[in-house]
């Protein structure tokens, strides 16, 4: 594949996971949290590196996992002893993440850890970075990640979909019905973390945060439908990624960067042309109603 | 044969004890009202037996066992504002949740759950309905979903949360009606109930709630003025002696 084609496809596969893991992020409002774990998975990433003194993708990943679960833990844990839900959530993830920059600067400061790279992602550098991989050839690592983790994202949310849509909707049926709500949660977050630190070098970090919010911000302005909301962030998620590219190519400038913005143009197309949430039907129905 | 069976159970939220002591027990085939004054832990006391808030102390007995090996027996619905009417749903698919217990793990629901699902629908004067997202749905309209996805379980013993709480007057009559028959069929049902003047038209057991139990038995002898001022706190305006109270006055 050529070069222009392995970075439009790992940015695709970032916008599909992200796009279903957000739609759910979206609706059991917790934005936030994503924001937090974009942050913490820092620390995560520093400590497996200290641990295992290497830089290999799948080690970062599961030390990733565990950041991500003990935000997760921390925050609930917090909160349930009286902090409030917001408050918990700025106060764990400013301080996980203040952990792992003084790591990163002390300790693994001199090695190929940086926090430019993992905060801004560099996707140029993808294609180039490659592993073997049976039957598929040379292929990126991350590229290679990131589709692993696709197939765990569609596998672990469409065999307990029901599950997903009910503790979403409404926790309390659901615990009364015998599903483990909280077990749910931290599983949730977990496949949140993985998606976030696979994304890492691909988009970076802060732009993960785009890509699991805005597409699915905006596709919950388009349906009343669950599965297809989840169709659409997906969608939005990759065509984002695609524009994103090709205008930085044209104007020369930050691929990850323009990437998020594009999720941001397609919101505010969403916000103001929506058939059924849109200000320009809402502004156009009463004087429909008139005529 | 009992029911339900509650022996002492407290509970708290944080450091405020929100109920103490709280025993009674339900006879099979019963339609019980729960009433009591704002804050008295009416919705805390279901919550506690279903156990999605954990109790200080005390012991729960359902159809003499724990709930945990009846739970299919046992129906639950929420208050309305629980949930967030928002969500990318139908009325349809909120019923078809219900069911989501018997459809067991790792399958989606057939043609026939959606048959089923639309039966009840019908059942509840809502199956014109049934492709409307649920925000589109008035609050009498979305309370007969809600009541549909319990009914839906087929559950021996249903515990509602204000079930007639915003609703217009042929939701409630509706509502009102599909408990009986509930009642009739042997079934057992708790309504946690916030009008007081309807209460001896509707049940016919009451439990008066008031951090405990104030008074609990047959709704003719127990509805009595004394034990509506003991669990209300004393200044009940009453406009016709044991008729209609036409507000409640709290110190």
Redesign the interface.
């Given at each position: 594949m050529t070069y222009t084609g392995w970075i439009l496809l790992t940015a695709s596969l970032v916008g599909i996971s992200s796009g279903i893991v957000g739609v759910f992020l979206i609706?059991r409002?917790m934005a936030m949290m994503a924001d937090a774990i974009s942050h913490t998975v820092l620390l995560g990433i520093v400590t497996a590196y200290l641990v295992t003194k290497s830089l290999s993708g799948f080690h970062m990943l599961v030390g990733a996992a565990i950041a991500g679960i003990v935000t997760t833990f921390l925050v609930q844990w917090l909160h349930s002893k009286?902090v409030q839900q917001d408050a918990s959530i700025g106060v764990v993830f400013t301080t996980l993440f203040a952990l792992g920059v003084i790591l990163i600067a002390t300790k693994v400061g001199n090695a190929h850890l940086d926090v430019q790279h993992a905060l801004m992602g560099e996707i140029a550098f993808i294609p180039w970075n490659t592993m073997e991989v049976p039957f598929l050839g040379k292929i990126p690592i991350a590229t290679f990640i990131l589709g692993i983790v696709l197939i765990l994202v569609v596998t672990v949310i469409g065999?307990?979909?029901?599950?997903w849509?009910?503790t979403?909707?409404?926790p309390?049926?659901?615990?009364?019905?015998?599903?483990p709500v909280l077990a749910m949660h931290y599983i949730f977050m977990t496949l949140v973390s993985i998606t976030t630190v696979a994304s890492f070098d691909a988009v970076g970090a802060i732009m993960v945060v785009a890509m699991l919010i805005t597409p699915a911000a905006s596709a919950?302005l388009w349906?009343?439908?669950?599965l297809?909301?989840i169709g659409l962030s997906a969608f939005f998620g990759v065509v984002s990624a695609w524009i994103g590219y090709y205008f930085a190519l044209w104007i020369d400038t930050s691929i990850s960067g323009s990437m998020a913005f594009a999720t941001g143009v397609i919101f505010l197309i969403s916000f103001l042309f929506s058939p059924k949430h849109g200000m320009l039907s809402n502004w156009l129905k009463p004087q429909a109603g008139k005529s | 044969m009992n029911i339900l069976e509650v022996e002492g159970v407290s509970a708290a939220y944080r450091k405020n004890t929100v109920l103490n002591d709280v025993s009674f027990s339900i006879p099979k085939g019963s339609l019980t009202g729960i009433v009591g004054p704002n804050g008295a832990g009416k919705s805390t006391l279901i919550k506690v037996l279903l156990e999605l808030h954990p109790k200080l102390s005390g012991n729960v007995y359902f159809f003499g066992t724990s709930l945990k090996k009846v739970k299919s027996k046992v129906g639950y619905v929420p208050q309305r504002g629980s949930v967030d009417w928002d969500f990318p749903t139908d009325a349809l698919d909120v019923v078809m949740m219900g069911m989501y217990g018997q459809i067991g793990w790792l399958k989606w629901p057939k043609k026939i759950h959606r048959k089923k699902a639309m039966e009840v629908l019908d059942k509840v004067g809502m199956a014109d309905f049934s492709h409307h997202q649920i925000s589109e749905l008035s609050g009498g309209q979305q309370q007969r979903v809600f009541l549909a996805r319990a009914l839906i379980q087929d559950a021996d013993l249903y515990f509602m949360d204000e079930p007639l709480a915003g609703v217009d007057a042929a939701t409630e009559r509706a509502i009102m009606a599909i408990l009986r028959e509930l009642k009739n069929k042997g079934k057992t049902v708790l309504v946690v109930h916030h009008d007081l003047q309807t209460v001896e038209d509707y049940f016919d057991r009451v439990l008066f709630l008031n951090r405990t139990v104030v008074a609990h038995g047959n709704t003719s002898s127990t509805f009595t003025t004394q034990n509506i001022e003991k669990a209300y706190g004393g200044s009940v305006r009453w406009l016709k002696e044991g008729i209609g109270i036409v507000g409640t006055h709290l110190q």
């Open positions: 609706l409002r009286g065999l307990f979909y029901k599950e849509k009910l979403t909707f409404d309390a049926l659901a615990a009364s019905l015998g599903i919950y349906t009343d439908k669950l297809v909301m | -």
